[in-house]
T-cell receptor, first 118, second 114 residues
Framework: AQKITQTQPGMFVQEKEAVTLDCTYDTSDQSYGLFWYKQPSSGEMIFLIYQGSYDEQNATEGRYSLNFQKARKSANLVISASQLGDSAMYFCAMRGLAPRTNAGKSTFGDGTTLTVKP | EPEVTQTPSHQVTQMGQEVILRCVPISNHLYFYWYRQILGQKVEFLVSFYNNEISEKSEIFDDQFSVERPDGSNFTLKIRSTKLEDSAMYFC????????????FGSGTRLTVV
C-alpha cells in the first residue's frame, strides 16, 4: 500500500520569496516515482515535476525543484521566486514503477493550498 | 501543446439516471485513467486502462461504473445508476507510459447528482 502525507493544509509566502511544500510518503515498492501537481482555482490539474526513487540528483524544472530525501521518505517541493500565479492547491503523488502490474495507479496526498501575497 | 479534452464540463443529473462522461486522450498516449475529486478534496483513483482493458480499479469502481474506448480516440466513463455521493469532479488523464511520466489531465467534468 502507498500513502502520501501533506501536513500543511495552507501556506502563505511573500511574492518573490521561496517556499517549501512538505510531502512524506510510505510505500513497500522498491522502485517508485514521486510527482507534484498544481491545481489553480480554475480546477485543472497540471503536472509540475517528477522524481524517481533511484535518481541520484534532485529533480528541477524551472522554478520548481524537488528536495528528495529517500531515507526520510520525503519529497518536498521548493518553489523559488514565488509569483502571484503560483497561488493554487499543490498535490504530491506517487506510484510504483514497472514491472509492477499496478504501476499506473497514483496515490495523491490531501494537498496544500499556497497563497502568494503581493 | 497536446491536451486531454473532456466533455461536458458540467453535467447535472437526477439520482438513478445513467451518465456518460467523455474524454479524448492525447493521441500517442497509451495509458488512460479516471480520477475523481469531491469538493476540492483528495484526488481519488478510479480506474486505469491499457491495451483496451482495465489494468487496475479501485474499490470505488464498483459494478455501477464502466469504461470503454469505443473507437480508438474516445475514452468514456459510464455510471449506470447515479447516487448523490457520485457528485464530484471527474478527471480523465493519459500518459505515454507507466514510468517516469506525469499525467496529462483533462479539465474535468463536474457531475452534480440531484
Amino acid at each position: 500500500a502507498q500513502k502520501i502525507t501533506q501536513t500543511q493544509p495552507g501556506m502563505f509566502v511573500q511574492e518573490k520569496e521561496a517556499v517549501t511544500l512538505d510531502c512524506t510518503y510510505d510505500t513497500s515498492d522498491q522502485s517508485y516515482g514521486l510527482f507534484w501537481y498544481k491545481q489553480p482555482s480554475s480546477g485543472e490539474m497540471i503536472f509540475l515535476i517528477y522524481q524517481g526513487s533511484y535518481d541520484e540528483q534532485n529533480a528541477t524544472e524551472g522554478r520548481y525543484s524537488l528536495n528528495f530525501q529517500k531515507a526520510r521518505k520525503s519529497a518536498n517541493l521548493v518553489i523559488s521566486a514565488s509569483q502571484l500565479g503560483d497561488s493554487a492547491m499543490y498535490f504530491c503523488a506517487m506510484r510504483g514503477l514497472a514491472p509492477r502490474t499496478n504501476a499506473g495507479k497514483s496515490t495523491f496526498g490531501d494537498g496544500t493550498t499556497l497563497t502568494v501575497k503581493p | 501543446e497536446p491536451e486531454v479534452t473532456q466533455t461536458p464540463s458540467h453535467q447535472v443529473t437526477q439520482m438513478g439516471q445513467e451518465v456518460i462522461l467523455r474524454c479524448v486522450p492525447i493521441s500517442n498516449h497509451l495509458y488512460f485513467y479516471w480520477y475523481r475529486q469531491i469538493l476540492g478534496q483528495k484526488v481519488e483513483f478510479l480506474v486505469s486502462f491499457y491495451n483496451n482493458e482495465i489494468s487496475e480499479k479501485s474499490e470505488i469502481f464498483d459494478d455501477q461504473f464502466s469504461v470503454e474506448r469505443p473507437d480508438g480516440s474516445n475514452f468514456t466513463l459510464k455510471i449506470r445508476s447515479t447516487k448523490l455521493e457520485d457528485s464530484a469532479m471527474y478527471f480523465c488523464a493519459s500518459s505515454p507510459g507507466q514510468g517516469a511520466y506525469g499525467y496529462t489531465f483533462g479539465s474535468g467534468t463536474r457531475l452534480t447528482v440531484v
